[in-house]
């Protein structure tokens, strides 16, 4: 029989009087709002004003939470998963699943759409209050808030069992100081793991975006799969699914979401790069960012999902075509002019186009795109593009382009 209590019972989860506050302060700076709320002799100012600035961020990571009247703590929504990637996140479905970590409870609403029941553990019997809270304007009624963290409730709990576990440690347990390393967050999931891998036939790691892909290898006994999320080519999540059975491993999970969106699974291949030199205007696809953070940018290039008749090149990681793709998960620019690189004649090309102000990106080179810009003298911004990479037929080269 599960075990567990309630603490800090006459904790209210909402500031008196909030919802008033969040209209009045709506666009505000939370200094103002301290001292205004100060002359007006309010009680609990640093709450309101931490929950006013928690709202805020949470307008483009949680919106549907925020129509619904949901409240965040600052800190606490700083380190939530955003709505769009917990949706994108699991393909699982069964019974019951546990969820370590709930802070806000964003992965735990994600899983209650997927499974009967959601035990989730919040060690700060506060922010437990203020997840129920929210899952109670969520309309969530499958999922139960214990405030216990992991350790102890696995203790005392020895003979539950779940179809699915997934943990979110906490990455910066001690203020203002983050970590990449799972001993180094809390709980600390290379200690549980013996204890999870017996509870679950399945377990899901969140890490950091920065997580280094082949670590994971090394220091996660029972991985079957690593996965990326990219939303708008920007990587917001690394994970890794473990198993105590002796499954198979599976290719790697890149997660596409925003305007290009899909999933895509592939397996690193050993190098086999066959390039060409780039000669003449066309196309240049850039894959997403997902397929650069896991190595398999080359990979995506000749699959079968770039819908590509042929690549004529494939640059250090720039896909080059005489057409566009019909299909493909990342950027794709249409070539005007291609040049060798040298700043000087650059800038007088760019001069004489009458540019001003262009976007630069750059595969192969060493170079920081902040360096480039100085020798350049030229801004950022504007619809134009100018594409840097090393050259199979040798030197470097620079391709004004503009995105389709």
Request: glycine share 8%; net charge neutral; proline share 6%.
């Amino acid at each position: 029989m599960m075990k567990s209590r309630h603490r800090d019972k006459q904790f209210s989860p909402v500031p008196a009087d909030f919802e008033l506050y969040a209209i009045e302060f709506q666009d505000a700076d939370p200094a103002d709002v301290a001292l205004i709320l100060g002359k007006r002799g309010v009680k609990d100012v640093a709450r309101i004003c931490d929950f006013l600035h928690g709202l805020k961020k949470a307008k483009g990571k949680l919106p549907s939470w925020v129509e619904n009247g949901c409240v965040f703590p600052s800190r606490a929504c700083e380190q939530s998963s955003g709505e769009e990637v917990a949706a994108l996140r699991f393909q699982v479905s069964g019974d019951t699943a546990l969820d370590l970590c709930c802070g806000l409870g964003v992965d735990a609403l994600a899983l209650s759409k997927r499974f009967n029941q959601v035990i989730t553990l919040e060690s700060n019997p506060q922010l437990a209050a203020i997840a129920r809270f929210n899952f109670s304007r969520m309309n969530a009624e499958n999922i139960h808030v214990i405030d216990r963290d992991a350790l102890e409730f696995l203790r005392n709990n020895p003979d539950e069992k779940f179809d699915f576990v997934f943990a979110d440690p906490d990455r910066r347990p001690e203020k203002d100081r983050r970590s990449l390393k799972f001993e180094d967050s809390s709980p600390d999931i290379l200690q549980l793991l013996p204890e999870l891998m017996g509870r679950s036939p399945f377990l899901m790691i969140k890490a950091s975006p920065l997580f280094d892909l082949t670590e994971a290898g090394r220091i996660l006994p029972g991985l079957i799969q690593s996965h990326v999320i990219s939303i708008d080519n920007e990587i917001r999540e690394t994970g890794f699914l473990l198993s105590a059975a002796e499954l198979k491993k599976l290719p790697y999970r890149l997660i596409i979401g925003g305007s290009s969106s899909g999933d895509v699974l592939l397996n690193p291949m050993p190098e086999r790069r066959i390039f060409h030199p780039i000669e003449k205007p066309g196309f240049i696809h850039e894959p997403d960012a997902a397929f650069y953070k896991a190595g398999v940018t080359f990979e995506y290039l000749q699959s079968e999902h770039t819908d590509f008749e042929g690549i004529v090149n494939a640059a250090r990681g720039y896909g080059w075509s005489n057409h566009r793709a019909s299909v493909f998960a990342g950027r794709i620019f249409e070539v005007s002019d291609i040049i060798p690189f040298r700043p000087a004649g650059i800038s007088r090309f760019l001069r004489q186009r009458g540019i001003s102000r262009i976007n630069i990106t750059r595969k192969g080179m060493e170079e920081s795109v902040e360096n480039i810009r100085k020798k350049l003298q030229i801004s950022e911004g504007g619809d134009d593009f100018l594409l840097l990479t090393e050259n199979p037929g040798g030197g470097r080269v620079a391709m004004l382009a503009r995105r389709m």
